[in-house]
């Protein structure tokens, strides 16, 4: 392992209830880029976390490891479907496991989808407050993806350019707080 990668870990959190969603799929493309550019990366999947435990009624070891993993990362990347208008309740379960101000020093990336662009501003309304509300520090250009830039499960290049952007602004905010 480089020292890079020692000392720069990213985790990427799907808040999606299914294995097959277009939010999980470009979190992994972030982790992707991370990885290919030193990060040691972890994805956490929290629709496959025991449920009482993420409800606080017990403990797992599973979401003790989640949480772990989001305390020794210095990038947060955050995907989500859109429900009701903002991001899903899988996701508000597990930042609400997180400790008040438990992303204080991470860089967070918000990644969103919905069916169209009248939910674009879920990034804004939704997401980036509740990255604030833990105390990290937000990239600047939040991803909103809808269906239509998938094609066979798959993102479009204008929407991996816009979220390699996200992870090369998380990257640069990411080494700046270590130097």
Same mark, same amino acid.
């Given at each position: 392992?480089?020292?890079?990668?020692?000392?720069?870990?990213?985790? &990427? +959190?799907?808040?999606? =209830?299914?294995?097959?969603?277009?939010? @999980?799929?470009?979190?992994?493309? %972030?982790? %992707?880029?991370? $990885?290919?550019?030193?990060? %040691?990366?972890?994805? +956490?999947?929290? %629709?496959?976390? =025991?449920?009482?435990?993420?409800?606080?009624?017990?403990?797992?070891?599973? /979401?003790?490891?989640?949480?772990?993993?989001? #305390? *020794?990362?210095? +990038?947060?990347?955050? &995907?989500?479907?859109?429900? @009701?208008?903002?991001?899903?309740?899988?996701?508000?379960?597990?930042?609400?496991?997180?400790?008040?101000?438990?992303?204080?020093?991470?860089?967070?990336? =918000?990644?969103?989808?919905?069916?169209? /662009? #009248?939910?674009?501003?879920? /990034?804004?309304? &939704?997401?980036?407050?509740?990255?604030?509300?833990?105390? #990290?520090?937000?990239?600047?250009?939040?991803?909103?993806?809808?269906? $239509?830039?998938? @094609?066979?499960?798959?993102? *479009? =290049?204008?929407?991996? #350019?816009? /979220? $390699?952007?996200?992870?090369? *602004?998380?990257?640069?905010?990411?080494?700046?707080? +270590?130097?």
């Amino acid at each position: 392992m480089s020292e890079t990668s020692a000392r720069l870990r990213a985790v &990427g +959190i799907s808040g999606s =209830p299914s294995a097959t969603s277009k939010s @999980r799929v470009l979190v992994e493309h %972030a982790l %992707a880029q991370l $990885e290919a550019r030193g990060a %040691a990366t972890r994805l +956490i999947d929290v %629709a496959t976390l =025991p449920g009482d435990a993420l409800l606080g009624r017990g403990s797992a070891a599973q /979401v003790a490891d989640a949480l772990a993993r989001v #305390a *020794e990362a210095r +990038i947060v990347v955050a &995907g989500t479907p859109v429900y @009701r208008a903002t991001y899903s309740g899988l996701l508000k379960v597990f930042f609400d496991l997180l400790p008040q101000d438990g992303l204080v020093g991470k860089v967070g990336v =918000p990644i969103v989808t919905g069916h169209g /662009v #009248a939910h674009s501003l879920a /990034v804004d309304h &939704g997401l980036r407050p509740l990255f604030a509300s833990v105390g #990290a520090t937000l990239v600047a250009n939040g991803v909103y993806a809808t269906s $239509e830039q998938f @094609r066979d499960g798959k993102p *479009e =290049p204008g929407l991996c #350019a816009a /979220v $390699e952007r996200a992870v090369r *602004e998380a990257m640069a905010l990411a080494r700046a707080a +270590i130097d």
